[in-house]
Protein backbone atom coordinates (compact mmCIF):
# COMPACT_ATOMS: atom_id res chain seq x y z
CA UNK A 1 0.00 0.00 0.00
CA UNK A 2 1.16 3.62 -0.19
CA UNK A 3 3.58 4.90 2.04
CA UNK A 4 3.77 8.51 3.77
CA UNK A 5 3.71 10.76 1.50
CA UNK A 6 4.91 14.75 1.62
CA UNK A 7 4.67 17.90 -0.25
CA UNK A 8 6.49 19.52 -1.69
CA UNK A 9 9.93 17.34 -1.77
CA UNK A 10 12.04 20.68 -2.09
CA UNK A 11 11.40 24.04 -1.22
CA UNK A 12 13.36 27.06 -1.54
CA UNK A 13 11.52 30.70 -0.14
CA UNK A 14 13.45 34.04 1.34
CA UNK A 15 13.73 34.95 4.48
CA UNK A 16 10.87 35.97 6.46
CA UNK A 17 8.37 34.43 4.02
CA UNK A 18 5.60 31.99 5.31
CA UNK A 19 5.63 28.39 4.16
CA UNK A 20 3.06 25.42 4.54
CA UNK A 21 4.47 21.65 4.29
CA UNK A 22 2.17 18.90 4.00
CA UNK A 23 2.27 15.34 5.04
CA UNK A 24 -0.01 12.46 3.89
CA UNK A 25 0.06 9.66 6.29
CA UNK A 26 -0.56 5.65 5.82
CA UNK A 27 -4.16 5.03 5.58
CA UNK A 28 -5.68 4.00 9.16
CA UNK A 29 -2.54 5.35 11.26
CA UNK A 30 -3.62 7.45 13.93
CA UNK A 31 -0.35 8.88 15.35
CA UNK A 32 1.29 11.40 12.91
CA UNK A 33 5.00 13.16 14.04
CA UNK A 34 6.73 15.84 12.32
CA UNK A 35 10.61 16.09 12.85
CA UNK A 36 13.49 18.03 11.84
CA UNK A 37 16.82 17.21 10.32
CA UNK A 38 19.56 19.92 10.21
CA UNK A 39 22.87 19.29 8.71
CA UNK A 40 25.33 19.07 12.10
CA UNK A 41 21.75 18.30 14.20
CA UNK A 42 20.69 15.35 13.85
CA UNK A 43 17.13 14.81 13.77
CA UNK A 44 14.60 16.59 16.46
CA UNK A 45 10.91 15.52 17.54
CA UNK A 46 8.49 18.95 16.11
CA UNK A 47 5.19 17.74 17.14
CA UNK A 48 3.17 14.61 17.42
CA UNK A 49 -0.77 14.10 16.64
CA UNK A 50 -2.80 11.26 18.03
CA UNK A 51 -5.82 10.87 17.35
CA UNK A 52 -8.33 13.78 18.01
CA UNK A 53 -6.44 14.49 21.36
CA UNK A 54 -4.69 17.65 21.72
CA UNK A 55 -0.97 17.52 19.85
CA UNK A 56 2.09 17.34 21.82
CA UNK A 57 4.11 20.90 20.90
CA UNK A 58 6.63 20.60 23.37
CA UNK A 59 9.19 20.01 20.21
CA UNK A 60 8.35 23.06 18.65
CA UNK A 61 11.27 25.57 18.56
CA UNK A 62 9.54 29.10 18.06
CA UNK A 63 5.79 30.38 17.92
CA UNK A 64 6.24 30.59 14.63
CA UNK A 65 6.02 27.39 14.18
CA UNK A 66 2.66 25.63 14.10
CA UNK A 67 0.64 22.65 12.73
CA UNK A 68 -2.43 21.15 12.77
CA UNK A 69 -3.96 17.83 11.40
CA UNK A 70 -7.56 17.72 9.27
CA UNK A 71 -10.09 14.88 9.72
CA UNK A 72 -7.54 12.91 11.57
CA UNK A 73 -5.43 12.41 8.61
CA UNK A 74 -3.57 14.95 6.60
CA UNK A 75 -1.21 17.28 8.06
CA UNK A 76 0.16 20.56 7.61
CA UNK A 77 3.17 22.46 9.41
CA UNK A 78 3.44 26.14 9.01
CA UNK A 79 7.10 28.12 9.77
CA UNK A 80 5.83 31.95 9.64
CA UNK A 81 8.46 34.66 9.10
CA UNK A 82 11.07 31.79 7.79
CA UNK A 83 14.57 32.77 9.32
CA UNK A 84 17.85 30.81 7.40
CA UNK A 85 18.45 28.38 10.77
CA UNK A 86 15.02 26.65 9.97
CA UNK A 87 16.87 25.08 6.82
CA UNK A 88 16.54 21.84 6.69
CA UNK A 89 14.96 18.61 5.84
CA UNK A 90 11.49 18.14 7.62
CA UNK A 91 10.57 14.79 8.28
CA UNK A 92 6.85 13.53 8.72
CA UNK A 93 5.90 9.87 10.36
CA UNK A 94 3.11 7.87 10.86
CA UNK A 95 1.93 4.97 13.17
CA UNK A 96 -0.85 2.87 13.42
CA UNK A 97 -1.12 3.76 16.98
CA UNK A 98 1.01 5.31 20.28
CA UNK A 99 4.16 3.96 20.65
CA UNK A 100 4.20 1.93 17.40
CA UNK A 101 6.71 1.63 14.88
CA UNK A 102 6.53 4.58 13.07
CA UNK A 103 6.96 4.77 9.15
CA UNK A 104 8.39 7.88 7.64
CA UNK A 105 7.91 9.69 4.67
CA UNK A 106 10.74 11.00 2.56
CA UNK A 107 10.64 14.27 3.89
CA UNK A 108 10.41 18.34 2.71
CA UNK A 109 13.87 19.78 2.10
CA UNK A 110 13.66 23.44 2.68
CA UNK A 111 16.17 25.79 2.42
CA UNK A 112 15.61 29.74 3.50
CA UNK A 113 17.96 32.37 1.66
CA UNK B 1 15.43 14.89 28.53
CA UNK B 2 17.15 12.04 27.36
CA UNK B 3 20.57 11.71 26.36
CA UNK B 4 21.17 9.31 23.57
CA UNK B 5 25.05 8.44 22.87
CA UNK B 6 25.71 6.24 19.78
CA UNK B 7 29.04 4.58 18.79
CA UNK B 8 30.93 4.36 16.65
CA UNK B 9 30.35 7.54 14.76
CA UNK B 10 31.78 6.62 11.86
CA UNK B 11 32.43 2.82 10.98
CA UNK B 12 34.35 1.56 7.69
CA UNK B 13 34.79 -2.51 7.16
CA UNK B 14 35.14 -4.85 4.74
CA UNK B 15 32.32 -6.93 3.12
CA UNK B 16 31.61 -9.92 5.50
CA UNK B 17 32.75 -8.52 8.30
CA UNK B 18 30.71 -8.78 11.88
CA UNK B 19 29.39 -4.80 12.45
CA UNK B 20 27.98 -3.98 16.17
CA UNK B 21 26.73 -0.45 16.17
CA UNK B 22 26.39 0.74 20.30
CA UNK B 23 23.71 3.09 21.73
CA UNK B 24 23.33 4.04 25.45
CA UNK B 25 20.84 6.06 26.73
CA UNK B 26 20.37 8.20 30.25
CA UNK B 27 16.42 8.16 31.14
CA UNK B 28 14.31 5.22 31.43
CA UNK B 29 12.20 4.38 28.14
CA UNK B 30 9.47 2.64 26.63
CA UNK B 31 10.76 1.75 23.43
CA UNK B 32 14.10 2.04 21.31
CA UNK B 33 14.18 2.41 17.92
CA UNK B 34 17.19 1.73 15.10
CA UNK B 35 16.30 3.26 12.22
CA UNK B 36 18.12 3.24 8.75
CA UNK B 37 18.80 6.21 6.50
CA UNK B 38 20.97 5.97 3.06
CA UNK B 39 22.30 8.63 1.52
CA UNK B 40 20.27 10.99 0.22
CA UNK B 41 17.50 8.54 0.92
CA UNK B 42 14.52 8.57 3.29
CA UNK B 43 14.54 6.56 6.95
CA UNK B 44 13.25 3.30 7.44
CA UNK B 45 12.77 1.90 10.55
CA UNK B 46 14.62 -1.63 11.00
CA UNK B 47 13.52 -2.63 14.69
CA UNK B 48 11.37 -1.50 17.19
CA UNK B 49 12.44 -3.39 20.81
CA UNK B 50 11.62 -2.96 24.29
CA UNK B 51 13.18 -6.25 26.16
CA UNK B 52 15.35 -8.80 24.57
CA UNK B 53 16.38 -9.08 21.34
CA UNK B 54 14.92 -9.43 17.70
CA UNK B 55 16.30 -10.54 14.44
CA UNK B 56 15.42 -9.99 10.87
CA UNK B 57 17.64 -11.44 8.45
CA UNK B 58 20.98 -10.34 8.58
CA UNK B 59 20.14 -7.72 11.27
CA UNK B 60 20.07 -8.56 14.91
CA UNK B 61 19.06 -5.88 18.07
CA UNK B 62 19.57 -6.35 20.92
CA UNK B 63 18.50 -4.14 24.85
CA UNK B 64 19.62 -4.28 28.30
CA UNK B 65 16.81 -2.15 30.12
CA UNK B 66 18.98 -2.56 33.29
CA UNK B 67 22.26 -0.87 31.64
CA UNK B 68 20.32 1.45 29.39
CA UNK B 69 22.17 0.00 26.30
CA UNK B 70 21.68 -1.59 22.83
CA UNK B 71 23.09 -2.77 20.04
CA UNK B 72 22.48 -3.41 16.52
CA UNK B 73 24.53 -6.04 14.95
CA UNK B 74 24.69 -7.08 10.89
CA UNK B 75 26.42 -10.39 9.87
CA UNK B 76 28.00 -10.91 6.76
CA UNK B 77 28.14 -7.56 6.14
CA UNK B 78 27.74 -6.11 2.61
CA UNK B 79 28.12 -2.91 0.63
CA UNK B 80 24.70 -2.06 0.36
CA UNK B 81 24.30 -2.21 4.29
CA UNK B 82 26.32 1.12 4.00
CA UNK B 83 24.35 3.79 5.71
CA UNK B 84 23.38 5.69 8.61
CA UNK B 85 22.02 3.92 11.90
CA UNK B 86 20.49 6.05 14.00
CA UNK B 87 18.94 4.67 17.43
CA UNK B 88 16.27 6.65 18.53
CA UNK B 89 14.02 6.15 22.24
CA UNK B 90 11.01 7.09 23.13
CA UNK B 91 9.67 7.73 27.37
CA UNK B 92 7.24 6.55 28.87
CA UNK B 93 3.88 7.16 27.67
CA UNK B 94 2.60 10.32 29.38
CA UNK B 95 6.05 11.52 31.02
CA UNK B 96 6.63 13.93 28.65
CA UNK B 97 7.38 14.47 24.67
CA UNK B 98 6.07 11.29 22.63
CA UNK B 99 8.07 12.17 19.88
CA UNK B 100 11.21 10.39 19.41
CA UNK B 101 14.94 11.67 20.72
CA UNK B 102 17.49 10.80 18.74
CA UNK B 103 21.81 10.11 18.45
CA UNK B 104 23.43 11.60 16.08
CA UNK B 105 23.60 8.26 14.08
CA UNK B 106 26.55 5.80 12.70
CA UNK B 107 27.51 6.33 9.21
CA UNK B 108 28.61 2.99 8.58
CA UNK B 109 30.54 1.80 4.88
CA UNK B 110 30.90 -1.64 3.98
CA UNK B 111 33.84 -2.07 1.32
CA UNK B 112 33.86 -4.50 -1.21
Known amino acids: GAGVSQSPSNKVTEKGKDVELRCDPISGHTALYWYRQSLGQGLEFLIY????????KSGLPSDRFSAERTGGSVSTLTIQRTQQEDSAVYLC???????????FGPGTRLTVT | KNEVEQSPQNLTAQEGEFITINCSYSVGISALHWLQQHPGGGIVSLFM???GKKKHGRLIATINIQEKHSSLHITASHPRDSAVYICAVREFIGGGADGLTFGKGTHLIIQP
Open chain 2, 49 to 51: LSS
Open chain 1, 49 to 56: FQGNSAPD
Open chain 1, 93 to 103: ASSFALAREQY
